[in-house]
């Protein structure tokens, strides 16, 4: 079903719902009303058939009187619970159905975004294999496409494991192999890739030597990847990346910051969040699926460690992993 129907539907369950909780608060306020009233009558009654003359006269009508305030009390404590319990089931309702609507427009988003992401590097790949196969090409276009096609392959594996290990982390089965990590070689491998599969982006990278951790290489690789590659896609190509590892005594720092547009304060507490992505997948011109962050906070996390967003200066965006020793 489009997500269009489904939000269509989803207004008239909502206009249904809150019509529902409406009757049933006033229905709950009629029967606190009718049961008042009858209390009153009820006690009006037994006075009206006590006699004056009797000498025990008002100790009755002060009993009577104290019934009647149980009662009162009983009926407003019993619809204050019952009042409570239904909007308590209400709330908890209402929310679970927006969470779900909620996702439902994340899962669309996300099969846009995974399919977009698909189409590309694979197309790019036939055609590349198919001006190969049918032309008798020079040595240095033959390497050209080649390199192409390699490039496209490595988009298509990065995006493949993204989704395999966000499939892993919400299963709980996420497995690690965690040994003794040079870190600092890690990192200069992912900057020396990225340059060589981006040869016009302008990257720079300073990272102190001997600078060891415990983890997973292979995870970490793909945590260090997600974040230089999300610097390069939310700046301009004319800009610089800096990728950057320091050791800060207590800790091991590594910082990649871009000269992007930067992210807001808002944003900044959702980036991370599964499938989040800014604005609409029939719009957006930047390339990805929301699953590179939310992966690479789970692997940072996973490995005792922190991951915070700062702002650059003037502009753009620092993504910060800090190690703790």
């Known amino acids: 079903m489009p997500f269009g129907k489904k939000l269509y539907k989803f207004s008239v369950i909502t206009i249904v719902y809150w019509f529902l909780l409406i009757y049933i608060i006033a229905a709950l306020s009629w029967w606190y009303i009718a049961l008042e009233k009858q209390n009153q009558a009820m006690t009006d009654y037994k006075i009206q058939e006590l006699i004056k003359d009797d000498p025990l006269y008002e100790s009755k009508i002060t009993q009577l009187n104290n019934e009647h305030y149980r009662k009162h009390a009983r009926n407003i404590g019993e619809g204050l619970i019952f009042l409570l319990i239904t909007l308590v089931g209400a709330i908890f309702v209402y929310r679970s159905v927006r969470k779900q609507v909620k996702f439902s427009q994340q899962q669309q988003n996300f099969m846009m975004a995974v399919t977009h992401e698909l189409k590309t590097p694979i197309a790019v790949i036939k055609l590349s294999l198919e001006t190969l196969q049918k032309r008798k090409l020079e040595e240095e276009k033959q390497q050209r496409f080649i390199e192409q096609a390699l490039q496209e392959t490595n988009r298509l594996n990065t995006l493949t494991n993204n989704i395999l290990l966000a499939a892993q982390i919400d299963s709980g089965n996420l497995s690690s192999e965690k040994e003794e990590v040079n870190l600092s070689v890690l990192t200069d491998g992912c900057v020396q890739d990225f340059k060589q599969r981006f040869p016009n982006r302008n990257i720079e990278a300073s990272i102190e030597p001997g600078q060891f951790i415990y983890g997973d290489t292979l995870l970490m690789q793909i945590a260090i990847n997600n974040l230089i590659e999300n610097a390069l896609k939310y700046s301009p190509e004319d800009s610089i990346v800096h990728v950057d590892l320091t050791d800060e005594g207590e800790r091991t720092s590594v ?32 390339k990805g699926t929301g699953l590179g962050l939310y992966i690479t906070k789970k692997i940072i996390e996973d490995h005792g460690a922190e991951i915070n967003i700062t702002d650059n200066t003037p502009t753009g965006t620092i993504f910060g992993i800090n190690f703790y020793k």
């Open 255 to 286: 910082g990649i910051s871009d000269e992007g547009v930067g992210i807001s304060e808002e944003e900044k507490k959702r980036v991370f969040d599964k499938f989040y992505r800014v604005g609409n997948e029939n719009t957006r011109k930047t």
